[in-house]
């Protein structure tokens, strides 16, 4: 997963990817793992994803926060090789 | 929208066969376009991100462009039917008016595109180009080449777009809509050499649809991921 190549959409997919497939509320940290991004970078992406609906974000019972998704975000991930394609055709 | 006399902008032009034939091959390629502004509309939803929305607004004034064009020749034909020497002060008023919103239209349609491929966003800079453009426009609206002039003019620079994003991606939906791009800018192309040969204005029109469905089949490639 080189970030180098990655585009923006492709991020985000990997994000969202990182947090259905943990199926519950997800740290940072195992995020910062699955993304493949420096601190400052996820902290930017999460302020989007959060800003668009697609995660919400949550304290559990130490005050920790936890990031799951929302349905804007499944739709996204169903979604995701059609909006790609469509994306890179017209180069949008 | 057929090269015309000096004294009605859409006198009817092309070979006699083709009459209602130019106006179905716009009409197919009016509902490609609105299928282009649906995807570009159900894209920009889904990913909350208005990257999607020059392409989407770009195609909808083409498609508003189309209606206004299609409607003109119905009206127009109705009238005729009605009989032309009875309705001929009517016929002109509603072919000039049809006339001239098909080309602010279709016009201000590829403006949105052009200043979506050249990257302008400074205010200023995006006034220019849109008052320069309108302004030939409204010329355009007596004056057939000058409209067709201008859309070769700004389709070269969205093709110019669609031939780098090509090569930066290489793939098959990329090449496929800068083909189709290249195809609709070729019907310009031929429009305006019309007045030398009938067979140049049936090529334009072919050559147009052929882009639209070149275009459609990205977007079914796109759906069937």
């Not at chain 1, 997800?26 to 993304?35: A, F």
């Not at chain 2, 189709?180 to 800018?185: A, K, P, R």
């Amino acid at each position: 997963m080189s970030d180098k190549k990655r585009t923006h959409l492709d991020i985000v997919h990997d994000i969202l990817s990182a947090m259905r497939d943990k199926k519950e509320p997800i740290v940072p940290t195992h995020l910062l793992y699955r993304s493949n991004l420096s601190h400052d970078r996820l902290k930017i992406y999460l302020d989007e994803l959060i800003q668009k609906s697609f995660i919400a974000e949550t304290e559990d019972k130490a005050g920790k926060k936890r990031y799951q998704l929302t349905d804007d975000g499944y739709k996204f991930l169903q979604n995701f090789q059609q909006l790609r394609e469509f994306t890179k055709s017209f180069g949008l | 929208m057929p090269v015309g006399s000096e004294m009605v902008p859409i006198a009817i032009s092309g070979p006699v066969w083709f009459i209602g034939i130019d106006a179905v091959l716009e009409a197919v390629s009016g509902v490609i376009a609105l299928l282009i502004v649906l995807a570009c509309f159900r894209y920009a939803k889904l990913a909350k991100d208005n990257r999607y929305a020059p392409l989407g607004w770009g195609f909808l004034l083409l498609f508003l462009g189309f209606i206004a064009q299609l409607t003109t020749s119905f009206a127009i034909w109705q009238r005729v039917k009605e009989g032309v020497l009875q309705n001929i002060v009517e016929i002109t008023e509603l072919a000039y008016v049809g006339h001239a919103a098909y080309v602010l239209l279709t016009i201000s349609g590829l403006i949105v595109l052009a200043l979506w491929a050249l990257r302008i966003k400074e205010h200023l800079h995006v006034a220019l180009v849109v008052a320069l453009a309108l302004f030939l426009a409204i010329i355009g609206i007596t004056s057939q080449p000058v409209v067709l002039l201008l859309s070769v003019t700004l389709l070269a620079f969205v093709c110019l777009r669609f031939y780098m994003n090509a090569c930066e991606q290489n793939t098959a939906g990329a090449w496929e809509v800068l083909v189709g791009f290249m195809l609709i800018l070729g019907s310009q192309l031929a429009l305006l050499l019309a007045p030398i040969s009938n067979q140049w204005y049936v090529g334009g029109y072919v050559a147009h649809v052929i882009g639209y469905l070149v275009l459609l089949g990205v977007l079914a490639q796109v759906v069937r991921k």
